[in-house]
């Protein structure tokens, strides 16, 4: 079965500084890999994925996250954090070697970011 | 182009009611999900459809059933509402159901069950 795990509820960063929001992942295959973004009373934005190719994936309002096939990561990352940033983000990920039939999305359980002014 | 939007926003029912959730999306995908949000527990698939005129069930599929009449329209209704269904549910489509697609959310329902 495949997983995620974000082993942090909350990430704190002041406006400015680079920050980090951490995700590891389990599959029997090889992995693809998704950020979303969820702001306060809103939907789901997705932000970036991973399917193949450069490591390092460039995505929507600055973020990128770098995939690591030996350390089974997938962080979000963003060089200068910005209050409008702060939201819940979540890590999801899907099993590209399944079989016939249709390969679920599973997310993480979310990381709080909050950046302070 | 509004996206995927869903119908109500905020709903309060005791136990043992029933209602019916929609969810519209104009992008033509063939693909739609519900999914739920409890904290800490990040978003839990229910049931999906992969075309109109089908659904399957997802990791969570007790207590709901759905229904995909029109390709634009996915229904999930709760016959006998519990309080274990206190949840928000979000709805989600994508253009297929490739293992690369991007599923693009709805802004979601906040149900109480009291």
């Known amino acids: 079965a495949q997983s995620v795990a974000q082993p942090e509820d909350q990430v704190n960063v002041a406006e400015g500084n680079p920050l980090t929001v951490k995700c590891t992942y389990s599959?029997?295959?090889?992995?693809?890999l998704f950020w979303y973004v969820q702001y306060p009373n809103r939907g789901l934005q997705f932000l970036l994925k991973y399917i193949t190719g450069d490591n390092l994936v460039k995505g929507s309002y600055g973020f990128e996250a770098e995939f690591n096939k030996s350390q089974t990561s997938f962080h979000l990352k963003k060089p200068s954090a910005l209050v409008s940033d702060s939201a819940l983000y979540f890590c999801?990920?899907?099993?590209?070697?399944?079989?016939?039939?249709?390969?679920?999305?599973?997310f993480g359980k979310g990381t709080m970011l909050l950046v302070s002014p | 182009n509004a996206g995927v939007t869903q119908t109500p926003k905020f709903r309060v029912l005791k136990t043992g009611q029933s209602m019916t959730l929609l969810c519209a999306q104009d992008?033509?995908?063939?693909?739609m999900y519900w999914y739920r949000q409890d904290p800490g527990m990040g978003l839990r698939l229910i049931h999906y459809?992969?075309?109109?005129?089908?659904?399957a069930k997802g990791e969570v599929p007790d207590g709901y059933n759905v229904s995909r009449l029109k390709k634009q329209n996915f229904l999930l209704g709760l016959e006998s509402a519990a309080p274990s269904q206190t949840s928000v549910y979000f709805c989600?489509?994508?253009?297929?159901?490739?293992?690369?697609?991007?599923?693009?959310f709805g802004p979601g329902t906040r149900l109480t069950v009291l």
């Open positions: 989600a489509s994508s253009r297929y159901g490739l293992t690369t697609d991007t599923q693009y």
């Open positions: 599959v029997s295959g090889n992995p693809y």
């Open positions: 999801a990920v899907r099993d590209a070697g399944r079989g016939s039939g249709y390969s679920t999305l599973t």
């Open positions: 992008m033509n995908h063939e693909y």
């Open positions: 459809s992969v075309g109109e005129g089908t659904t």
